[in-house]
C-alpha cells in the first residue's frame, strides 16, 4: 500500500530554520512529482512548491520564493522541503503530495497520494 510520512514539524522562532521530510513507500517515488501543500485554521489549502518526477524543475508559491527549497532523494524515496527564515504566517499543518507523472500542478486536486501532515509553528 501507498504511504507518505511527514516528519520534521516542530516549534520554531521567527527566523529560524526547519527540515521537514516525507517518507514514501508501496510506489515507484522516481516517476512522481513530489509536492507539500499547507494549511492554517481556518484557511484553504495552499500550495507551497513541488519537484517534477524528472528532477529536472523545481516550483515555488511567491509567499514562500527565496526562503524554502524543495529536493529528492530517490534513493531514500524521500522529498524534503528546508524552510529558512520562518515567519509566523508559516504556522500550518504541511502536508507531503505525490502525483505520478506529474508537472508540478499547484492544485490539490491534481494529486493522487497525500500524508497525514506536520505540524509547523513559527513563534514570533
Known amino acids: 500500500q501507498v504511504q507518505l510520512v511527514e516528519s520534521g514539524g516542530g516549534l520554531v522562532q521567527a527566523g529560524g530554520s526547519l527540515r521537514l521530510s516525507c517518507a514514501t513507500s508501496g510506489l515507484t517515488f522516481s516517476i512522481y512529482t513530489m509536492g507539500w501543500f499547507r494549511q492554517a485554521p481556518g484557511k484553504e489549502r495552499e500550495f507551497v512548491a513541488a519537484i517534477w518526477w524528472t528532477g529536472s524543475n523545481t516550483y515555488y508559491a511567491d509567499s514562500v520564493k527565496g526562503r524554502f527549497t524543495i529536493s529528492r532523494d530517490n534513493a531514500k524515496n524521500t522529498v524534503y522541503l528546508q524552510m529558512n527564515s520562518l515567519k509566523p504566517e508559516d504556522t500550518a499543518v504541511y502536508y507531503c503530495?505525490?502525483?505520478?507523472?506529474?508537472?508540478?500542478?499547484?492544485?490539490?486536486?491534481?494529486?493522487?497520494?497525500w500524508g497525514q501532515g506536520t505540524q509547523v509553528t513559527v513563534s514570533s
Open positions: 503530495a505525490a502525483d505520478r507523472y506529474g508537472l508540478g500542478s499547484v492544485k490539490n486536486q491534481q494529486y493522487d497520494y
